[in-house]
């Protein structure tokens, strides 16, 4: 897949036609995994090259300044989900004040058409776009007619799939709820970051744990508490518990720590970059009464998480 900053390329550029689908793509998840493989199959009926055109920020992240998103994806993150699709090109539009004014009818004829040559637009069954979301489908078939491009209609998911969406995914992770999120994603969800010195009191107890700085601020934390992790570091894998939590046992922390005991390992990795999947919740994040109950828990924890990773794959 061919990435092109579409603000970056001269008025001049000369694009090729293109069968097209747009959205923030959020997830990439199988919701829109189903939408691209529709736009595969009907540009290919039209002998066209496939593009999914997105945004370089959330929509809402720029109209709603009180309101900020958490996302599922970095943005790399995202573009490397949609490479995985199999679709030619992903146009990246810079989302803007300014661009948000844009009609429905500009956006199709004069973006969609004129500037980035799309012959055939692939619409989500419930998709609305341009300034306030006005218009209906059939409008958007009439616009794309004037200009030369075919405007069709996505098919829905099956109906045990249709609760599928970012928003919904945001709500499991929030929930604690991190594998139902991996079956509506299609992969494990991921935090990455590197690794920070914290106080060291987990391996004065036996749990040593990697303290983690998230190199994206934006994404979503799951629920606080214990859970299966698989953790990626250069080229190996490992599997471990995470926790996320304020460490109540110690003295409650007035920031959030994300720390990955990581099992079978001793290294020093002070400055690595580690990802880390969230696979399965354990337990939320509760005060002990003394150190030594939680090191008695932490013992618990790792027997059932060890167990628990048995139906995973390194």
């Given at each position: 897949m061919e990435i092109i900053y579409i603000d970056q390329l001269p008025s001049s550029a000369d694009l090729s036609p293109v069968g097209a689908t747009v959205g923030f793509f959020d997830g990439v998840h199988i919701g829109h995994r189903y939408l691209l493989t529709q736009l595969q199959s009907a540009a290919?009926?039209?002998?066209?090259?496939?593009?999914?055109?997105?945004?370089?920020?959330?929509?809402?992240?720029?109209?709603?300044?009180?309101?900020?998103?958490?996302?599922?994806?970095?943005?790399?993150?995202?573009?490397?989900?949609?490479?995985?699709?199999?679709?030619?090109?992903?146009?990246?539009?810079?989302?803007?004040?300014?661009?948000?004014?844009?009609?429905?009818?500009?956006?199709?004829?004069?973006?969609?058409?004129?500037?980035?040559?799309?012959?055939?637009?692939?619409?989500?069954?419930?998709?609305?776009?341009?300034?306030?979301?006005?218009?209906?489908?059939?409008?958007?078939?009439?616009?794309?007619?004037?200009?030369?491009?075919?405007?069709?209609?996505?098919?829905?998911?099956?109906?045990?799939?249709?609760?599928?969406?970012?928003?919904?995914?945001?709500?499991?992770?929030?929930?604690?709820?991190?594998?139902?999120?991996a079956q509506q994603l299609s992969y494990p969800y991921t935090l990455g970051g590197t690794v920070i010195h914290g106080n060291h009191l987990g391996r004065t107890i036996g749990f040593p744990t990697a303290n983690l700085d998230l190199d994206c601020k934006d994404k979503i934390i799951p629920l606080e508490g214990v859970y299966v992790a698989r953790i990626h570091l250069d080229d190996e894998t490992f599997f471990g518990m995470a926790y996320i939590g304020k460490r109540p046992t110690i003295g409650a922390l007035n920031e959030q720590r994300i720390e990955v005991n990581i099992f079978d390992f001793d290294r020093d990795i002070y400055g690595k970059y580690i990802t880390v999947e969230w696979l399965d919740f354990v337990r939320p994040d509760v005060h002990f009464d003394s150190i030594e109950a939680l090191k008695q828990q932490l013992t618990a924890d790792k027997t059932f998480v060890s167990r628990q990773s048995l139906n995973f794959t390194l």
């Open positions: 290919h009926k039209a002998h066209l090259q496939t593009v999914a055109i997105t945004f370089s920020e959330h929509p809402r992240k720029v109209l709603q300044q009180d309101y900020q998103p958490k996302l599922l994806n970095s943005r790399s993150e995202r573009l490397q989900l949609l490479a995985t699709t199999g679709i030619d090109y992903c146009y990246v539009l810079d989302f803007t004040r300014k661009f948000a004014d844009t009609t429905a009818q500009d956006f199709i004829q004069k973006i969609l058409r004129k500037q980035l040559n799309v012959r055939q637009l692939l619409i989500g069954y419930d998709h609305k776009f341009g300034k306030n979301r006005t218009g209906s489908f059939q409008t958007y078939v009439e616009y794309g007619a004037a200009c030369g491009m075919e405007v069709i209609c996505a098919e829905q998911l099956p109906e045990t799939q249709r609760h599928t969406s970012s928003t919904a995914i945001r709500h499991l992770l929030a929930e604690g709820k991190v594998k139902q999120a």
